[in-house]
C-alpha cells in the first residue's frame, strides 16, 4: 500500500507560478512511475504529466501544458513535483498525483495508476 499526498496548491493569478509536491510513503517509490492528472469543475480527470521511474526519468506531457510544466522527481525524499509555470485561468482544477505498480513505464492512463492522493485546489484568477 502506497499512501500519496499532495501539497502546493493555492489561487494564483493569470501568468503565475505554483509548484505541487507528492510525497509517498514505502519504500518502492524509486520503483514507480508516478503521474499528475487534474479535474476541473464538472470534467472528468485528465492526464497532465507523467515521469518514469527508470534511471532515466522519463517525462511525458499534455499538449496543453508544454513548455509551460514541468514534472520531476526526487527519489532519497520520496517526492514528485510539478512545476506550474504561465498558469492559465483554464488550469484550474485539483490536480492529483498517481503511482503506477513497480517497474511499469510512463502512462498517460489513469486507469494505470494504482493510488492516488487526495487531490490539491488549483485557482488561477484572470
Known amino acids: 500500500q502506497v499512501q500519496l499526498v499532495e501539497s502546493g496548491g493555492g489561487l494564483v493569478q493569470t501568468g503565475g507560478s505554483l509548484r505541487l509536491s507528492c510525497g509517498a510513503s514505502?519504500?518502492?517509490?524509486?520503483?514507480?512511475?508516478m503521474g499528475w492528472f487534474r479535474q476541473a469543475p464538472g470534467k472528468e480527470r485528465d492526464f497532465v504529466a507523467t515521469?518514469?521511474?527508470?534511471?532515466?526519468?522519463?517525462?511525458a506531457y499534455a499538449d496543453s501544458v508544454k513548455g509551460r510544466f514541468t514534472i520531476s522527481r526526487d527519489n532519497a525524499k520520496n517526492t514528485v513535483f510539478l512545476q506550474m509555470n504561465s498558469l492559465k485561468p483554464e488550469s484550474t482544477a485539483v490536480y492529483y498525483c498517481g503511482a503506477r505498480a513497480t517497474g511499469f513505464s510512463t502512462s498517460f492512463y489513469e486507469g494505470n495508476y494504482l493510488y492516488w492522493g487526495q487531490g490539491t485546489q488549483v485557482t488561477v484568477c484572470s
Open positions: 515521469i518514469g521511474w527508470n534511471g532515466g526519468g522519463g517525462t
Open positions: 514505502g519504500r518502492t517509490f524509486s520503483s514507480r512511475t
